[in-house]
């Protein structure tokens, strides 16, 4: 354990932290995931509705630090390529 008050100080906040990217991290997974199930149930408005709750709520985890861009943007398209066979596969 630390012994100097300001050692002491940052462990009190990065466990805060730790909690709280924790939290974010769940949530945005959670969000995906409704995309996910949409598409494998095959329900094309379903997944476009979960698509468009999903895509704000990764953008802001990138603006919180807790994704690095590039992966929200692989995510975000590897969803929508989900959507857009789904959209083709009912047409």
Known sequence: MANIA????RA???QKRYFLNKAHRS???SFIKSVT???EKGDLEGAREAYRKAV????????????????????????NARVKALSQASA
Request: net charge positive; proline share 3%; hydrophobic share 35%.
């Open 6 to 9: 300001s050692a002491r100080k």
């Open 12 to 14: 009190r906040q990065a």
């Open 27 to 29: 949530r945005m997974r």
């Open 37 to 39: 199930k949409a598409t």
């Open 56 to 79: 704000p709520v990764i953008d802001s985890m990138v603006n919180k630090g807790i994704l690095h861009k590039n992966n929200a943007a692989r995510t975000k398209s590897r969803l």
